[in-house]
Each structure stands twice: as structure tokens, then as C-alpha cells.
């Protein structure tokens, strides 16, 4: 089962309490690792990082920089999907 905001019918499920997400037992530990835990975090560092390199090589200016690093802080509540919206635009940049 995948996530889902409506709770199955079938399945034993239980909510993510960060997210709010359905998830089945099995799935729970990955969800709460890949989606909220250490790859979240060390992905963040990756791509702030890669921010920083772009910046110095003047590939994006200091306003797009400040923008993104907003979504990349250790504080940010940011969701995977952000992250990876970030990734690909900087990827995207030659």
C-alpha cells in the first residue's frame, strides 16, 4: 500500500504522525526513514552544498540562493517533494 491521506478499509494502518499519511506497519519504518529521517537530512546537506558551488560559480544569483536555502535549513518542515523539485532544478542548471 502506498501513502494515502484517506485510512484503508482492508488493511491494518496506521497514520504518520508528521505527515499524516496512511501507512501500513511494513512500510512505516522506510516512510519515517526515507521521508522524514536521515536521507531527508542528508540529501538537504547535499543540495545546500551544490547551492553553494552554483553560487560561488555564478550560475544563480544571491536571491535565488536565499530562496532555496529557506527550504534546505536544518529547521525547514520542508517534504521530500520539495526537495526533489530543488534537486532537479539544479541538475537542470549546465
Do not use: V
Request: aromatic residues 8%; hydrophobic residues 30%; glycine residues 6%.
Amino acid at each position: 500500500m502506498s501513502r494515502t491521506n484517506l485510512q484503508p478499509k482492508n488493511k491494518k494502518a496506521i497514520q504518520c504522525p508528521d505527515c499524516g499519511k496512511w501507512l501500513t506497519l511494513q512500510g512505516y519504518g522506510g516512510h519515517r526513514r526515507f521521508y522524514h529521517g536521515e536521507y531527508q537530512k542528508d540529501l538537504k546537506r547535499q543540495l545546500f552544498n551544490r547551492l553553494i558551488a552554483l553560487k560561488k560559480a555564478n550560475k544563480i544569483s544571491q536571491p535565488m540562493l536565499a530562496a532555496m536555502s529557506t527550504t534546505l535549513g536544518d529547521y525547514s518542515k520542508s517534504t521530500m517533494e520539495e526537495i526533489l523539485e530543488i534537486r532537479d532544478f539544479i541538475d537542470s542548471i549546465p
